[in-house]
């Protein structure tokens, strides 16, 4: 199949230049596997700049789970994590989906585990892995996203960060989440990695396959657009689409709607 140069799947002698590029870092980090040890970002016990709805809505959330993010993390990580709870929670309410708690849980593509306490805070798991290939990314402040993410899961019981391919990661789990994962090759080496781990229906097909049966995936991609594709490449596992969430009131203002879709084995 001929892909056309404005297609999201075209890749451009540019583009596989830019890959090189980043190929040369992902590789030096991967060989060098530098950490600085646990990261902690600082609490300042408070959130910043919010309008009265994003208040009102964080105020909801922190009382429906007893949480209040901002008491262990900055302003910023504090609010992604309302921002997560926030997509759960209305996915959760639209789809009438019931969490039973208490189960094995692996989020793939973790980046630096940010939003690690909004899973832990909805699925409440009684174990919860994050897997991600460019864990030991260098920061500008000479740590690396290991370290941080060490730092954002130290509060969380049975909770770990795995620097992994998950195309040959096997863990299976009750509950798996994808957020945000990459289906076209252009956010990608926008997130600088090299196209050799654009790989989309082999990471979709080991997430089917660690599914148990009975067990969840989580996909959350960025816009319908995104949404389609990704949907389509999901089926191909033979995963069943059990039903879609489309986010159109964020927490935090966003270009597209975030989608949520839930799929299980038939
Ligand atoms: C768009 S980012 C989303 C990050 C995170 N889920 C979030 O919501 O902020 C996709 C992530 O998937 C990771 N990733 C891509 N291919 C992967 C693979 N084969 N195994 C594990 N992680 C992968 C990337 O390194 C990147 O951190």
Redo the contacts with the bound molecule.
């Keep these: 199949m001929r892909i056309r140069p404005s297609s999201p799947h075209h890749v451009s002698f540019t583009d596989r230049l830019r890959s090189g590029y980043h190929r040369v870092w992902y590789e030096a980090s991967q060989a060098l596997r530098w950490s600085r040890g646990t990261f902690r970002e600082r609490s300042t016990g408070t959130l910043r700049k919010l309008s009265p709805s994003q208040l009102q809505r964080v105020d909801e959330l922190a009382d429906t789970y007893q949480q209040r993010f901002e008491e262990t993390f900055p302003p910023e990580t504090a609010f992604l994590n309302y921002g997560y709870l926030d997509l759960l929670d209305r996915a959760k309410h639209d789809l009438q989906w019931s969490i039973p708690g208490g189960q094995q849980m692996c989020d ?4 630096n585990f940010a ?1 690690a306490a909004a899973l832990y805070t909805f699925f409440q798991p009684c174990q919860l892995t994050g ?4 864990g030991h990314r260098l920061y500008c402040n000479g740590r690396s996203r290991f370290d941080y993410a060490r730092g954002h899961i130290q509060d969380l019981p049975h909770t770990d960060y795995v620097v992994a ?3 040959t990661h096997h863990q299976t789990a009750q509950i798996i989440s994808a ?4 289906v076209t090759p252009k ?1 990608l080496l926008a ?1 600088r ?1 090299p196209l050799s ?1 654009f790989d989309p229906s082999t ?1 979709l097909s080991r997430a089917a396959n660690n599914l148990v049966f009975g067990g969840t995936f989580v996909m959350i991609n960025h816009s319908l657009e995104e949404a389609k594709v990704a949907h389509h490449l999901v089926e191909a596992t033979g995963l069943v689409c059990q039903g879609q969430f489309i986010h159109t009131r964020p927490l935090r203002p966003r270009s597209q709607p975030a989608v949520l879709t839930l799929w299980q084995h038939s």
């Design positions: 793939l593509g973790s980046a939003y897997v991600e290939v460019d391919d998950y195309r957020w945000f994962p990459f956010p997130w990695l781990l990471l």
